[in-house]
T-cell receptor, first 115, second 113 residues
Framework: QKEVEQDPGPLSVPEGAIVSLNCTYS??????FMWYRQYSRKGPELLMYTYSSGNKEDGRFTAQVDKSSKYISLFIRDSQPSDSATYLC???????????????FGQGTILTVHP | GAGVSQSPSNKVTEKGKDVELRCDPI?????LYWYRQRLGQGLEFLIY????????KSGLPSDRFSAERTGESVSTLTIQRTQQEDSAVYLCASSQTGGETQYFGPGTRLLVL
């Protein structure tokens, strides 16, 4: 079993829809949770970063972490064609030591927002 | 300022040849990471450099893979005796102090024929 599982999709939605992207993880030591966006033939770019459980909102994007169920979510409101990309969730234990900063990624979900 | 840069952008090689991939991190970033991304897959951790500490090599898939870093600057990832299963995008990232905000380069696309 992979430490971070993510449905690869693909997911296709109409412009303006609310998009829900999800991951589950198995490592209880994970404390930091991130969402990266990767456009075709580009490196991933950090979208959202959260520590432990809770919600974090940034514009049209909301990240949620539920540590009790080991579930990570990203919601995109009023989706736009420019949001079309691969979305990768990632986790790390943080807290110093050799694992600090070492990210474990999900497989990535391919999202297409059509006009 | 300049982001993470990687070279070459693309590399085609024959099975059995050695290849060297280069990463220039963001200036001042002490931590540097290499990841591998196979087609349709997430990123797979390879190796992590933090300042002058011994690197975390726990993700290197075989002894054909090695990496070096000069101080807190350039890093090279070397793959010896390449195999077809080494075909992937190799991504480099850097961060200020080994924190979770990692900034990625565009990657090197390696194709082993």
């Amino acid at each position: 079993q992979k430490e971070v599982e993510q449905d690869p999709g693909p997911l296709s939605v109409p412009e303006g829809a609310i998009v829900s992207l999800n991951c589950t993880y198995s490592n209880s030591a994970f404390q930091y949770f991130m969402w990266y966006r990767q456009y075709s033939r580009k490196g991933p770019e950090l979208l959202m970063y959260t520590y432990s459980s809770g919600n974090k909102e940034d514009g049209r994007f909301t990240a949620q972490v539920d540590k009790s169920s080991k579930y990570i979510s990203l919601f995109i409101r009023d989706s736009q064609p420019s949001d079309s990309a691969t979305y990768l969730c990632a986790s790390s234990p943080g807290g110093g030591g050799t694992s600090y900063g070492k990210l474990t990624f999900g497989q990535g979900t391919i999202l297409t927002v059509h006009p | 300022g300049a982001g993470v840069s990687q070279s070459p952008s693309n590399k085609v090689t024959e099975k059995g040849k050695d290849v060297e991939l280069r990463c220039d991190p963001i200036s001042g970033h002490t931590a540097l990471y290499w990841y591998r991304q196979r087609l349709g897959q997430g990123l797979e951790f390879l190796i992590y450099f933090q300042g002058n500490s011994a690197p975390d090599k726990s993700g290197l898939p075989s002894d054909r893979f090695s990496a070096e870093r000069t101080g807190e600057s350039v890093s090279t990832l070397t793959i010896q005796r390449t195999q077809q299963e080494d075909s992937a995008v190799y991504l480099c990232a850097s961060s200020q102090t080994g924190g979770e905000t990692q900034y990625f380069g565009p990657g090197t696309r390696l194709l082993v024929l």
